[in-house]
């Protein structure tokens, strides 16, 4: 059974990030706020934990389209290849905050994501995810939490997302009530900036 662990995201309880760094680090999975929907993750250097999120989604690995959720700009080398001045402006003015954006990815991914040649970032704006990537000391590979209603995409309610996802997680951290619109994609790896999904995130940054 998962845990619901309350963190509140205004001042995140350190004990508790600390808990959820440590099953991150021993190939847990766990269902954390951003700030649009809530995520699915893992450590991006645990294979394992990986597959096992492929396997959840029904997907093959090395096809998988995951975010990486990064504390800030700082480490965006470990993974991408060089940018333009001009690409960098777009992600300084745009992140932390509701995007994810294409980057052509460099040969420092990891193994099974080697034959990718882009890869998604996101720095949400969102002190929970912030302080998990900071704890950790590399990105978490992410996915959004999705539901089967009709009506609603995106669960919003930790709870609910609990019960569904309790025997397949370790943690669902309840940071609030998520919102139920997801980021906005854009692909930077094309002469002019691609939206590939309108999201939360206004699309007039071109």
């Given at each position: 059974m998962a845990e619901l662990l309350?963190?509140?995201n205004e001042n995140p309880e350190q004990n508790k990030i600390k808990k959820v760094v440590d099953t991150l680090r021993n190939g847990g999975l766990v269902i954390y706020p951003t700030?649009?929907?809530y995520g699915l993750g893992c450590d991006i250097t645990n294979t394992a934990a990986l597959e096992k999120i492929a396997r959840i989604k029904g997907?093959?690995?090395?096809k998988a389209n995951f975010s990486f959720i990064c504390e800030d700009l700082s480490n965006l080398s470990d993974y991408v290849k060089q940018i333009d001045t001009t690409t960098f402006k777009i992600l300084k003015r745009c992140l932390p905050g509701p995007y994810t954006f294409v980057l052509p990815g460099n040969n420092n991914l990891p193994n099974v994501f080697k034959k990718k040649k882009t890869v998604g970032i996101r720095v949400p704006d969102?002190?929970?995810?912030k302080s998990l990537v900071?704890?950790?000391g590399n990105p978490i590979v992410s996915t959004s939490i999705k539901d089967d209603d009709e009506v609603l995409e995106y669960t919003t309610d930790p709870e609910l997302i609990k019960e569904k996802w309790d025997n397949l997680v370790d943690i669902v951290i309840d940071g609030g009530y998520g919102d139920n619109i997801p980021s906005t994609v854009i692909d930077l790896t094309?002469?002019?900036?691609?939206?590939?999904?309108?999201?939360k995130g206004s699309i007039e940054i071109m």
């Open positions: 309350k963190i509140y700030d649009t929907v997907i093959k690995l090395d969102n002190n929970i995810c900071n704890g950790l094309t002469p002019s900036p691609e939206v590939i999904r309108e999201g």
